[in-house]
């Protein structure tokens, strides 16, 4: 039916030979693809005073239930505005397909509308605030369980996923070494670049190596892993927990009587726990490493100069403070991303927007509880 | 593109007159995924207007031929028509056009799950044909509800469908376009029984009123005795039989014979 060399474009006829009624006669081609041309034809034919009006189909070309349903609905809007039709010239197949439609009573057309008031405004405001706090009792929801999970799992370490651990650990540690030295690498040598370019002016060059020691140790080194991992291993987990929720692999898990963050979260954090003061201290040395090089090559530090300086100007606890904040940041992009995780629905749009929120919130938060150690560090004197 | 190429909209679906009457045919096809084989030198007619069952057993490859022929699934030979035009060396635009008359039921049913059930179906309108807001919105009504899915179901998310219901949803997804053809792969498992025979006599309904062609992938011997027109067999990587459903009843290959006349079967006669 539909195999047209070319689509005959719709057209009608009318003949109104007989007084107080008109013949429509339709032509062409009513189908999905001419629907906008005939819809336009509909809507510009004029049969103003005429009460019976007759429609003739049986000169249409070929015909679809798109085509069907326009000659369909403006026999209903002649009926409804007084006027008596007919429906003429159906074989069997049309007269099934017409039968079809009669059943269909779609409600009056409403165009979807979307109004910007301070109202809605105000409303989503709150919906964002609400929201925030119920992201602090998921949190701390998560976080009691995995504590509760962990009270139960150290009595019997058997319980205790080491493969599962062991393959997170695999995953988030050993293969984002690569790329966090590489990051270390040029992040070291841009700051020992920029701090030489300045403090040169005063003829104090070499102090870069303090600067960029302490930088480096206290607090780039971690923050930029942490923000890697975040990228790297929070994503990564969001997306994972958030596709098993999806395919109801974590209602499965419920039923047959395991407990989701012993079997999913603990593993992961756990694993990120160990993984990210490991990364922390390869960032460290990696970023020493680009520093001395270009203290060496820019600034004409030799590497026993910048050594000698570099033991001088820190101290084991200058690494240590690094590196306790590690796994602190770890715990928190972790939460965040399995929090994240164990909230996506159904679609792959609410799987997107998580996966975005985890990686936001996790690097927003390594930020601020990197702000809260400056200040207990200040606090007790370090 | 060029200037010579012809829009979509001036092409239409050409074909010769000799096989005027074969909607898709499958030659020497084979299929495989590494080393192993899963269709090899297979041939298939589809008539135009016909309901055709296609069953097989699990993992035979019924689904592989599907999606072979939808250009899913690369083939390492032989050649595929559809509407008379071989898809492999066809031009983007004939392809494209070829794509709008096809429509296709996954599995899952496969609604895209950020979109609700009436955005879903109005997807192939909006990217193939530029339909009033009004217009667009009635259709995907009429079709929601010619496939037994209520009005309310329109705004409803995918996530929030039973499984019957995407199926449902689905199809209609599929109809969208009015296609001359649709593939269904296994349309009535997961439903119930009344839900199944009603899909069985939507198919039917439509395949009468619309002149659809109907490729089904199916298990329900339900459906192959209430619907098809004819019944292909897919065994040791071929088309073992093809024909209605008194030829596979007096065919003697064990297979057939107790897949047709096996205890589930006879049960049911």
């Known amino acids: 039916m539909a195999f047209l060399d070319k689509i005959i474009p719709p057209a009608f006829s009318l003949d109104g030979s007989v007084p107080g009624r ?90 979807e509308r979307q109004r910007f008031s301070i109202v809605g405004f105000l ?16 949190m701390l929801n998560i976080l009691g369980t995995l504590g509760a999970v962990l009270a139960t799992v150290l009595p019997h370490p058997k319980r205790l996923r080491s493969i599962s651990v062991a393959v997170q650990f695999d995953r988030s540690c050993i293969g984002g070494v690569p790329i966090v030295a ?43 892993t942490a923000i890697m991992v975040a990228g790297r291993s929070g994503s990564a987990f969001t997306a994972e927990l958030g596709s098993m929720r999806m395919q109801e692999e974590v209602d499965a898990l419920h039923v047959i009587g395991m407990s989701v963050t012993e079997v999913l979260v603990l593993p992961r954090i756990l694993a990120l726990m160990i993984a990210l003061p490991i990364l922390t201290f390869i960032s460290d040395i990696s970023a020493l490493f680009g520093a001395g090089l270009v203290t060496w090559s820019y600034l004409d530090i030799p590497p026993q100069a910048f050594l000698v300086q570099l033991q001088a100007a820190i101290s084991t606890k200058t690494l240590m403070v690094g590196l306790v904040k590690a796994p602190f940041m770890a715990l928190i992009v972790g939460l965040i991303a399995c929090v994240e995780g164990l909230k996506v629905e159904g679609s792959s749009e609410s799987l997107g927007r998580h996966t975005t929120m985890s990686v936001v919130k996790a690097i927003f938060l390594v930020i601020v509880v990197d702000g809260v150690f400056a200040i207990f560090f200040a606090a007790i004197g370090v | 593109m060029s200037l010579a190429e012809p829009s979509i909209d001036d092409v239409v679906v050409r074909e010769s007159a000799a096989d005027d009457d074969i909607i898709l045919s499958a030659k020497g096809v084979t299929v ?31 689904s592989v031929l599907m999606r072979a022929i939808l250009g899913l699934t690369p083939k390492q030979a032989g050649t595929i028509s559809v509407f008379g035009h071989n898809l492999t060396g066809v031009s983007p635009v004939i392809r494209k056009s070829i794509e709008r008359r096809w429509g296709v039921l996954f599995q899952q049913g496969a609604l895209f799950s950020s979109l609700s059930v009436k955005q879903n179906i109005q997807v192939p309108m909006r990217e193939h044909l530029s339909l009033s807001p009004q217009l667009m919105d009635e259709l995907a009504l009429l079709k929601l509800e010619l496939v037994g899915l209520p009005q309310d179901a329109a705004d409803k998310l995918p996530s929030e469908l039973s499984g019957g219901m995407i199926k449902r949803a689905s199809l209609a997804r599929a109809l969208a376009l009015d296609p001359d053809l649709v ?50 067999v897919l065994a040791d990587k071929k088309v073992l039989a093809i024909g209605t459903l008194d030829d596979m009843m007096k065919n003697d290959h064990p297979w057939i014979k107790s897949y047709f006349r096996g205890p589930r079967a006879l049960r049911r006669m």
């Open chain 1, 22 to 111: 008109k013949t429509l006669t339709l032509t062409g081609d009513w189908t999905v693809n001419s629907a906008e041309s005939a819809e336009r034809l509909l809507g510009s034919i004029d049969l103003a005073p005429d009460q019976v009006v007759c429609i003739d189909i049986s000169r249409i070309e070929s015909l679809d239930t798109s085509g069907a349903w326009l000659v369909h609905r403006f026999r209903g809007g002649l009926e409804f505005g007084g006027k008596r039709t007919e429906l003429i010239g159906l074989d069997e197949k049309r007269k099934v397909l017409f039968r079809e439609l009669e059943k269909h009573h779609p409600p009056a057309w409403k165009p």
């Open chain 1, 123 to 138: 409303e989503a405001t709150g919906r964002v605030g609400v929201d925030a706090v119920k992201d602090g009792l998921a």
């Open chain 1, 182 to 224: 590489l990051m270390s690498f040029l992040i070291g040598a841009i700051i020992s670049q920029q701090g030489g370019f300045y403090l040169k002016q005063f003829g104090v060059e070499v102090y870069v190596v303090d600067l960029a020691g302490i930088l480096i140790l206290r607090e780039m080194g971690v923050i930029l």
């Open chain 2, 32 to 62: 495989g995924f590494g080393t192993k084989i899963i269709l090899k030198d297979l041939d298939l007619d589809v008539r135009r207007g016909e309901i055709l069952g296609f069953v097989g057993g699990s993992g035979t490859g019924k």
């Open chain 2, 183 to 232: 593939f269904l792969d296994e349309p009535t498992s997961g439903l119930d029984p009344i839900g199944a025979a009603a899909f069985d006599e939507l198919i039917k309904n439509l395949s009468e009123t619309l002149g659809l062609t109907v490729y089904m992938v199916t298990h329900d011997l339900d459906s192959l005795h209430s619907i098809c027109d004819r019944i292909a």
